[in-house]
T-cell receptor, first 115, second 113 residues
């Protein structure tokens, strides 16, 4: 079984500032890692994913994340945020084997971008 | 194109009543998933369909919960004898084939009074 810890429930930042949303996971097997964004009254949207290969993953809307196996982390970063990035962000993990359809989510981080 | 749709968007019911929540996946998607998101929590896996069959229902919390997908498209999540603890947002997702990217609907917010 896997678990995900998102270390910050809320992150307030000013527009054009950099941001990092932290995610740590626990698993006894190899994993796939994901970041989803949820805007108000909308479904979860995939930002980026790590399946294999390069540990630095680039996603939509200028976001990127780095897989660190030794620290079991998959932190999400953006060098300069916009007001429109205000949303809830979820880190998720699945095993890389037969049950890789089953996503385990963290509790989410609410990113609020202020002018 | 049209995304995953879920109806109703909100459902209020009394404790002990029966409810049905509907999910219309993206056309052509063979895999369908249900998750439950309680207040302050991330989504939790409930069940996964490949075609018409439930390939993994290990996340259903108890036998009051049941889901069907009779024609391999629309799915219905059914909850019998609802309890206040069932209050949550129920999310549906679909993917083109098993184990591919999941596309989520906006969810149904269920409130049991």
């Amino acid at each position: 079984a896997q678990s995900v810890t998102q270390l910050d429930s809320q992150v307030p930042v000013f527009e054009e500032a950099p941001v990092e949303l932290r995610c740590n996971y626990s698993s006894s097997v190899s994993v796939y890692l994901f970041w989803y964004v949820q805007y108000p009254n909308q479904g979860l949207q995939l930002l980026l994913k790590y399946l294999s290969g390069s540990t630095l993953v680039k996603g939509i809307n200028g976001f990127e994340a780095e897989f660190n196996k030794s620290q079991t982390s998959f932190h999400l970063r953006k060098p300069s945020v916009h007001i429109s990035d205000t949303a809830e962000y979820f880190c998720a993990v699945s095993d890389s084997g037969g049950s890789n359809y089953k996503l385990t989510f963290g509790k989410g981080t609410l990113l609020t971008v202020n002018p | 194109g049209a995304g995953v749709s879920q109806t109703p968007s909100n459902k209020v019911t009394e404790k002990g009543k029966y409810v049905e929540l509907r999910c219309d996946p993206i056309s052509g998607h063979t895999a369908l998933y249900w998750y439950r998101q309680s207040l302050g929590q991330g989504p939790e896996f409930l069940i996964y369909f490949q075609g018409t069959g439930a390939a993994d229902d290990s996340g259903l919390p108890n036998d009051r919960f049941f889901a069907v997908r009779p024609e391999g498209s629309v799915s219905t999540l059914k909850i019998q004898r609802t309890e206040r603890g069932d209050s949550a947002v129920y999310l549906c997702a679909s993917s083109p084939r098993a184990r591919e990217e999941q596309y989520f609907g906006p969810g149904t917010r269920l409130t049991v009074t």
